[in-house]
């Protein structure tokens, strides 16, 4: 059973999402956002993560931060804040998805399977081998210089699909499509933003066995020889 923890401190919202996920056989646990917050989410293991942005006690981006020093688990975003340049921030810090409130709570489940979805699709036996980088589309992870890339879900599945398909240049709507999913409706700048992370994590990837390289006008592809 899929593991949620919704981390919301508007109780009428942790109880009306509660009986919608439960209806689809998820496990929930909520949180206030008061206290130790990262310590609750590494007990729990949760399988997805839906975190509100406007906690009373805690800021929600700092919070997705930490997540993501712990492991690459799906986080969507609930907030009532809904600026392109907050969406962008927290796209920025890793976040998979992000939904805008007030939502409508079937969106949200159809939102929480899709990015579950997602995160699983690539899955298969293979490992990619590109030098130093090794992308391992069994176990959804990546290393560098044998160290483990703390990449999100999504992160993962744009540079496993570069991966894939080396020396071939997608533009930013096809990778929006094949990685993010045919009914993402957000901004193509999601790409740039994640390709950007993935960079900062390969710095010192040797141009001799690879690079991200960005085709100007076009799009993005790893380069190998």
């Not at 020093?69 to 810090?93: D, F, K």
């Not at 959804?140 to 160290?147: K, L, P």
């Not at 930013?172 to 993010?180: A, F, I, P, T």
């Not at 009914?183 to 993935?198: C, F, H, L, Q, T």
Request: charge should be negative; hydrophobic fraction near 40%.
């Amino acid at each position: 059973m899929k593991r949620i923890l919704l981390i919301e401190d508007e109780l009428p919202i942790v109880q009306i999402l509660k009986v919608y996920l439960e209806r689809k056989d998820f496990s929930v646990a909520s949180h206030s956002g008061e206290g130790n917050v990262v310590q609750f989410f590494k007990n729990y293991k949760p399988s997805l993560v839906l975190l509100d942005l406007m906690l009373p006690q805690n800021d929600g981006l700092e919070i997705l931060k930490q997540i993501r020093q712990y492991g690459s688990c799906p986080v969507i975003i609930l907030t009532a804040r809904s600026s392109v340049p907050e969406r962008l921030a927290g796209l920025g810090q890793g976040a998979d998805d992000y939904i805008t409130k007030p939502f409508d709570p079937e969106e949200v489940v159809a939102r929480v399977q899709a990015v579950l979805r997602r995160s699983s699709h690539l899955e298969d036996n293979e490992i990619i081998r590109l030098g130093h980088l090794v992308i391992n589309l069994t176990t959804h992870t990546a290393s560098f210089y044998d160290e483990l890339i703390p990449l999100s879900p999504r992160d993962w599945g744009l540079l496993a699909f570069l991966g894939k398909h080396p020396n071939q240049c997608f533009t930013r709507d096809q990778l929006l499509d094949y990685v993010w999913g045919m009914n993402y409706n957000g901004a193509d700048r999601a790409v740039d933003a994640s390709i950007k992370r993935i960079r900062q994590h390969l710095c010192d990837w040797s141009s001799d066995e690879g690079e991200i390289k960005t085709v100007r006008g076009t799009g993005y592809m790893i380069r190998v020889n």
